[in-house]
């Protein structure tokens, strides 16, 4: 079967030079061919080809689905009275995560599968036709396995977070947790896991522990992802970019030498295997809205050639946000991006950091993952926050069924 998209107003290719506003390629009255879950033909409207289907834009903006690489969806339990002390002035550390440890530890595979199955749901009405999903909140061998399992289930870009906090049964013991993550726990986590990634901050990894991680899980064919520079200035950033990590995340606390080394990775040209050797700054302005930190300096990391990328850190403790609407909202309020740049972050520098081709771009060949605004224009994810403003949304080239 194929599917004709037709009176779109605005249609955000991410294809640079294929239109109008740079890097978004935006096209004007287009029309868009879906056949077999792909991207099939993209032109003028009046030369729009034959269709089983037809869905009529109305006039609407048309933008690839978003791409959320950063996610902590698989745990039980509830944070909510460590925000509302967060907001009476108590400040974040991230011990909260050993209360969610126990919560996901006592939960069952049905409560982890139903709460996962939630939260991807209202991420996809919100426009994420892809996110990631990191384990975490299990710390043991065989609950840091469970939650790939269940990850595994809703989608394959899976993260073994291991990594995540130091449990308290080792609190006096580092070292051997170290060894755990490295042995057991991740020959555990390799069937279900596509990437590996370290919390490498001042009360969870140091350098030299994150780098054992890391480079061990490289060996064993994990992609690299880094937690770096959230709370404060550290050797994550540097150690991301040492080790050819996909995507550094948060990067709030950055040095000069920091922004250097990520603008150096940048390169718009694909590896030989396929993937992107930029080390993509994600951006996680959830977590700073939630915890009441300094917002990242997007604007720097963008004037110094940086490639960045938004996510949303869905978390029950520092960023419990699917809405990746709401992040770019915030990024342009509060991180100096402009929509254009911040839509862009949200859909092909997502891409980027999961360094894939197929995804954050409407092109022949792409997976047709695609949603519709109830708005004529891209600005109006920025200039009308909080606004459901998402009347579609396509994956693979499948109408998803709106609340």
Request: overall charge negative; proline content about 6%.
């Amino acid at each position: 079967m194929t599917l004709l998209i037709d009176n779109i107003g605005e249609l955000v290719t991410n294809v640079a030079g294929s239109g109008e506003g740079g890097p978004l390629g935006i096209r004007r009255k287009a029309a868009l061919l879906v056949e077999e879950g792909r991207v099939a033909w993209i032109g003028p409207a009046r030369y729009a080809p034959a269709a089983d289907h037809r869905l009529d834009a109305g006039g609407a903006a048309v933008l690839p689905g978003f791409v959320d690489t950063h996610a902590h969806l698989v745990f039980a339990g509830d944070r909510a009275a460590e925000f509302a002390a967060r907001m009476s002035g108590q400040p974040y550390t991230g011990g909260g995560i050993r209360t969610t440890v126990a919560a996901t530890r006592a939960a069952s595979d049905a409560e982890l599968r139903g709460g996962v199955a939630r939260l991807r749901r209202e991420a996809l009405l919100q426009g994420s036709t892809t996110i990631e999903i990191k384990s975490g909140y299990g710390l043991s061998v065989a609950e840091e396995a469970r939650s790939l399992r269940i990850a595994r289930e809703f989608t394959d870009e899976t993260t073994f977070l291991g990594a995540h906090m130091v449990p308290a049964e080792y609190a006096d013991r580092p070292d051997d947790y170290v060894g755990l993550v490295c042995g057991p726990m991740l020959a555990a986590a390799l069937p279900y896991a596509r990437w590996i990634d370290v919390f490498c901050e001042r009360g969870a990894f140091d350098a030299d522990h994150a780098r054992a991680i890391l480079t061990v899980g490289q060996a064993a064919g994990l992609g690299v992802r880094v937690h770096a520079n959230q709370l404060g200035p550290g050797p994550g950033v540097q150690l991301g970019v040492e080790l050819g990590a996909a995507s550094v995340d948060h990067c709030t606390h950055l040095s000069d030498a920091d922004v250097d080394a990520l603008a150096s990775t940048r390169s718009d040209c694909l590896c030989a295997d396929g993937g992107h050797p930029t080390t993509v700054a994600t951006l996680l302005p959830g977590a700073e809205f939630s915890t009441r930190s300094p917002y990242p300096d997007a604007r720097r990391l963008l004037d110094a050639g940086v490639t960045v990328a938004l996510a949303t850190d869905c978390n029950p403790g520092s960023s419990y946000t699917s809405s990746l609407p709401f992040c770019i909202a915030l990024a342009v309020r509060e991180m100096g991006m402009t929509p254009a740049e911040a839509v862009w972050a949200a859909t092909a520098g997502g891409a980027r950091a999961l360094r894939r081709d197929d995804i954050g771009v409407l092109r022949p060949g792409a997976r047709a993952d695609l949603l519709l605004l109830d708005a004529p224009s891209h600005l109006h994810l920025a200039y009308r926050p909080g606004v459901p403003l998402i009347t579609q949304v396509l994956h693979s080239g499948v109408p998803q069924c709106q609340p």
